[in-house]
C-alpha cells in the first residue's frame, strides 16, 4: 500500500542585513568594480542609435541588496532622449563574507549564479 504524500517545502534564506560600515564598504568596492572593469570593458563609449542604447553603468543599494544597473537612452522617434534603468546583476549579503550573485535573465527573472553559503566557500577562506 502506497504511503501518503507529503510536501515538504524548501526554506529560502533571506539576505542578511549589513551595519553601516559593512554597507559602505560593500558599496566602495562595487564602485570600484564599475569604474575600473564594467566601463572600461562594456562601456568605453556611449554609441547612440536608432533603439535603445546604454548611457552608464551604476549600482544601487535596495533593501540587503546591491544591484548593477545599465542606463538606457531612447533613440526612438517618439521618446527619443528618455532615460530609465534595468538591473543586470545583483549581490545579495547572506552573512558577515557571504554573497549570493544574481544576473537578470531575458525572461525578467533573477537566476542565482553562486551561493556564499558555508558549503560553497573556499578553501582559501581561513574562516571555513
Same mark, same amino acid.
Given at each position: 500500500m502506497a504511503g501518503k504524500?507529503?510536501?515538504?517545502?524548501?526554506?529560502?534564506?533571506?539576505?542578511?542585513?549589513?551595519d553601516?560600515?559593512?554597507k559602505?564598504?560593500?558599496?566602495a568596492a562595487c564602485e570600484a568594480?564599475?569604474?575600473d572593469i564594467l566601463k572600461p570593458r562594456f562601456l568605453p563609449e556611449i554609441r547612440p542609435t536608432e533603439w535603445n542604447y546604454v548611457v552608464d553603468i551604476r549600482g544601487s543599494w535596495a533593501g540587503? %541588496? *546591491? #544591484?548593477?544597473?545599465? %542606463? *538606457? #537612452?531612447?533613440?526612438?522617434?517618439?521618446n527619443r532622449g528618455e532615460e530609465f534603468d534595468a538591473p543586470f546583476a545583483r549581490i545579495d549579503r547572506?552573512?558577515?563574507?557571504?554573497f549570493d550573485i544574481y544576473w537578470m535573465r531575458h525572461t525578467g527573472k533573477w537566476w542565482r549564479l553562486h551561493s556564499g553559503?558555508?558549503?560553497?566557500?573556499?578553501?582559501a577562506n581561513p574562516r571555513n
Open positions: 504524500r507529503q510536501w515538504i517545502g524548501t526554506r529560502i534564506e533571506k539576505p542578511a542585513p549589513a553601516n560600515l559593512e559602505q564598504a560593500i558599496i568594480f564599475i569604474r540587503n %541588496r *546591491y #544591484r548593477f544597473m545599465q %542606463r *538606457y #537612452r531612447s533613440g526612438f522617434e517618439d547572506m552573512g558577515p563574507d557571504r553559503g558555508d558549503a560553497c566557500r573556499g578553501a
